[in-house]
């Protein structure tokens, strides 16, 4: 079979290619460079088209003869609500209309994100598929972009992961660091419930939906384990030290701190002209009592079930920065 994968480079992408390839895919991959596209696949490098979501050009070539569209190319940080939508949901748009003349497409899959159900109450997990109750300008565009495929006449299938980390991730790489250190600040009192999902599974996760799983459906790709916040910076903490016990010192950011520290964070990204994600509106997310959904609908359509429990998968992830000389 033949993939097209948009955002292939990017962590989570790059897990998606690999297994895409020692699954006997066909891979073409849309990519900025070819000089990024070497460092990210070394010596596995698949067949590139080089351009990005804006070149219509570069979509269509990417789209031709396809079997499976992967779309995973978007934004985490934005400078503005304007500029997540232009690129997590008229993007998406722009990619349909180039694929929606491909005979030979059987499916267009979209990675989507929990934020675009929007957070939960501790005990409740989230696995109705038309849930819509986003809190931030991102959940908000991947959202739209959901939409854009959904009012197109693709068939189309949706993955909405929560918090994913594994080798190669640079946003929990910052909780790592600060474990070697002994201190971690940690939004609120520790008690934000969270599903997680490691890149690994999540790769697998994504072909299955696509190969194995419903048309025109929305899935929720996690392992079962719920953690804590502070569950899981503690589990982060002893892989670092290579303890089997203990605890890290816990700073903890109460939701009036905590929304002034994001007010002065935004403003200063804003005023330097940089992105970060430590913006305003995500004290709606990170002050949210749970982050948690239901994997049994992916598992029960398609098979796949996530092998990483949060031990697991953070002692691997851990291992892997060391190797890399990123911790």
Same mark, same amino acid.
């Given at each position: 079979?033949?993939?097209f994968?948009?955002?292939?480079?990017?962590?989570?992408?790059?897990h998606?290619?690999?297994?895409?390839?020692?699954?006997?895919?066909?891979?073409?991959?849309?990519?900025?460079?070819?000089?990024?596209?070497?460092r990210?696949?070394?010596?596995?490098?698949?067949?590139?088209?080089?351009?990005d979501?804006?070149?219509?050009?570069?979509?269509?070539?990417?789209?031709?003869?396809?079997?499976?569209?992967?779309?995973?190319?978007?934004?985490?940080?934005?400078?503005?609500?304007?500029?997540?939508?232009?690129?997590?949901?008229?993007?998406?748009? /722009? +990619? !349909?209309?180039?694929? =929606?003349?491909?005979? &030979?497409?059987?499916?267009?899959?979209? $990675?989507?994100?929990? @934020?675009?159900?929007?957070?939960?109450?501790?005990?409740?997990?989230?696995?109705?598929?038309?849930?819509s109750?986003?809190?931030?300008?991102?959940?908000?565009? /991947? +959202? !739209?972009?959901?939409? =854009?495929?959904?009012? &197109?006449?693709?068939?189309?299938?949706? $993955?909405?992961?929560? @918090?994913?980390?594994?080798?190669?991730?640079?946003?929990?790489?910052?909780?790592?660091?600060?474990?070697?250190?002994?201190?971690?600040?940690?939004?609120?009192?520790?008690?934000?419930?969270?599903?997680?999902?490691?890149?690994?599974?999540?790769?697998?996760?994504?072909?299955?939906?696509?190969?194995?799983?419903?048309?025109?459906?929305?899935?929720?790709?996690?392992?079962?384990?719920?953690?804590?916040?502070?569950?899981?910076?503690?589990?982060?903490?002893?892989?670092?030290?290579?303890?089997?016990?203990?605890?890290p010192?816990?700073?903890?950011?109460p939701?009036?701190?905590?929304?002034?520290?994001?007010?002065?964070?935004?403003?200063?990204?804003?005023?330097?002209?940089?992105?970060?994600?430590?913006?305003?509106?995500?004290?709606?997310?990170?002050?949210?009592?749970?982050?948690?959904?239901?994997?049994?609908?992916?598992?029960?359509?398609?098979?796949?079930?996530?092998?990483?429990?949060?031990?697991?998968?953070?002692?691997?992830?851990?291992?892997?920065?060391?190797?890399?000389?990123?911790?």
């Amino acid at each position: 079979m033949k993939a097209f994968v948009t955002g292939g480079t990017g962590f989570i992408g790059s897990h998606l290619v690999s297994h895409l390839l020692d699954q006997q895919f066909d891979v073409v991959c849309l990519a900025r460079s070819r000089s990024k596209a070497k460092r990210v696949f070394a010596d596995r490098i698949p067949e590139l088209i080089i351009g990005d979501m804006e070149n219509t050009e570069a979509l269509e070539a990417g789209c031709s003869g396809t079997d499976v569209v992967f779309h995973l190319a978007g934004i985490i940080a934005a400078r503005s609500e304007a500029e997540f939508f232009r690129t997590n949901a008229e993007a998406t748009r /722009k +990619l !349909a209309r180039a694929a =929606a003349n491909q005979s &030979s497409l059987s499916r267009i899959l979209y $990675v989507s994100s929990l @934020a675009a159900a929007g957070p939960t109450r501790r005990g409740l997990v989230v696995s109705d598929p038309s849930a819509s109750d986003p809190v931030t300008d991102y959940g908000r565009s /991947k +959202l !739209a972009g959901e939409d =854009a495929l959904r009012g &197109s006449t693709l068939p189309w299938t949706i $993955v909405r992961p929560p @918090a994913v980390y594994g080798p190669g991730d640079r946003e929990l790489l910052r909780v790592f660091k600060l474990a070697r250190l002994g201190i971690i600040p940690i939004f609120g009192d520790g008690s934000q419930e969270l599903s997680l999902v490691h890149a690994k599974d999540l790769a697998r996760a994504i072909l299955a939906a696509a190969v194995h799983g419903s048309r025109n459906t929305t899935y929720y790709p996690a392992h079962r384990e719920i953690v804590t916040s502070r569950q899981l910076v503690e589990t982060i903490f002893r892989a670092v030290k290579r303890r089997e016990t203990g605890s890290p010192r816990l700073i903890k950011i109460p939701q009036g701190l905590g929304r002034l520290v994001l007010q002065v964070t935004g403003a200063a990204a804003k005023l330097t002209g940089q992105t970060t994600i430590l913006s305003p509106d995500k004290g709606a997310e990170f002050f949210a009592p749970a982050w948690t959904c239901d994997p049994s609908k992916l598992e029960d359509d398609t098979g796949w079930s996530a092998e990483y429990d949060a031990a697991r998968g953070i002692a691997e992830t851990t291992d892997w920065y060391r190797s890399q000389r990123w911790l």
